[in-house]
């Protein structure tokens, strides 16, 4: 199982890149990741990433690439050139974009991690039967992850509660990053499938995703080391 010392990925979700900085600065890379998603990215750009690497933190590049194959590979290609750690690319996207992505990334060294979204968080049954999705949304992670897993990809975004079915399917060193994680007490937000970070990482969780918890805390700090405390438990039991 692919698992790490820093399990907690802090989704900087500002408007503003000082925004972004000042929350950063008020966390410790030694004990966890951040995710620069689309609105930051869209705000900032690539200034954003570098900003957050000159204080020594290991970035997930969250955009999520979705279009057709050269593009996506291309993209893939800038953000390891930009230094990412992580990036992600839309498992919808299909079997050629994804296997496009995969060599584009392929040799390079210090390479990114390359890791498809399955079924958005925020989504349910009903949902995606809306959208012409004839399956459960746990069946369509599956799907998708085991198409991405055949592509050469590193692992899948999912939700908690797809954690376990993954690990009984897919290659144990797989990685799973899992959002949708909210400590015990904590608001659920526009989060739909979530669980607590033991729950998380005891089902086989590689990286946990958490956003508010942290970002809102009065000691964000001591909200990722709590957070990380939970994970450490979790696999001593």
Request: hydrophobic share 50%; aromatic share 4%.
């Amino acid at each position: 199982m692919n698992r790490t010392d820093r399990p907690v990925i802090v989704a900087l979700d500002f408007d503003t890149l000082d925004g972004a900085l000042a929350l950063a600065d008020r966390l410790d890379p030694a004990t966890c990741r951040v995710k620069v998603g689309k609105e930051l990215f869209t705000r900032a750009g690539p200034a954003a990433v570098r900003a957050l690497g000159t204080r020594g933190f290991e970035v997930f590049l969250d955009l999520k690439f979705h279009d057709i194959p050269n593009t996506v590979a291309g993209a893939c290609r800038a953000a390891a050139d930009l230094g990412c750690w992580m990036v992600n690319v839309h498992a919808g996207g299909g079997r050629a974009m994804m296997t496009a992505a995969a060599a584009a990334l392929a040799g390079q060294a210090g390479r990114p991690l390359l890791i498809a979204v399955t079924v958005l968080t925020s989504l349910d049954d009903l949902a995606l039967g809306e959208v012409g999705v004839d399956a459960t949304a746990g069946d369509q992670v599956v799907r998708l992850a085991t198409l991405a897993e055949s592509c050469g990809l590193d692992g899948v975004v999912c939700s908690p509660l797809e954690i376990a079915p993954l690990r009984g399917c897919l290659d144990p060193g797989f990685t799973l990053v899992t959002p949708g994680v909210r400590p015990a007490g904590a608001a659920q937000d526009d989060q739909v499938r979530i669980a607590t970070p033991g729950s998380a990482i005891a089902a086989g969780a590689s990286y946990l995703v958490v956003g508010r918890p942290v970002t809102r805390a009065a000691d964000p700090a001591a909200a990722v080391l709590a957070i990380d405390a939970e994970c450490r438990e979790a696999r001593r039991a």
